[in-house]
Nanobody, 122 residues
Framework: VQLQASGGGLVQPGGSLRLSCEAS????????IGWFRQAPGKDREIIGGIIKGGGSTYYADSMKGRFAISRDNAKNTAYLQMNNLKPEDTAVYYC????????????????WGRGTQVTVSS
């Protein structure tokens, strides 16, 4: 099971960015996929997740409104759309997979992907 997050970079405040999480070695739709971030000096936190099968989504309360998670099963890839980015969104962003949403919510997923850096700065 391998996950690779990509699409990070430098973006100005107010801008948007879409991150991708490509899965290999397994079928992404068989798992709950979560997105996380870790800012310097802070704990890793969950942004949200997308449920297997129907594609329902979950977002942490603090993340609702500017982030949207989706999935393209044909490409075995999940996405994180980020809008109206702020300097405090600067972090390394990770995707992860688990069979249970609970394990994502408590930030202990079975599989972590490599992160991608997002920097929001003018």
């Amino acid at each position: 099971v391998q996950l690779q997050a990509s699409g990070g970079g430098l973006v100005q405040p107010g801008g948007s960015l879409r991150l991708s999480c490509e899965a290999s070695g397994f079928t992404l739709d068989d798992y709950v996929i979560g997105w996380f971030r870790q800012a310097p000096g802070k704990d890793r936190e969950i942004i949200g997740g997308i449920i297997k099968g129907g594609g329902s989504t979950y977002y942490a309360d603090s993340m609702k409104g500017r982030f949207a998670i989706s999935r393209d099963n044909a490409k075995n890839t999940a996405y994180l759309q980020m809008n109206n980015l702020k300097p405090e969104d600067t972090a390394v962003y990770y995707c992860a997979a688990d069979l249970k949403l609970h394990n994502l919510v408590v930030v202990t997923p079975a599989y972590w992907g490599r992160g991608t850096q997002v920097t929001v700065s003018s």
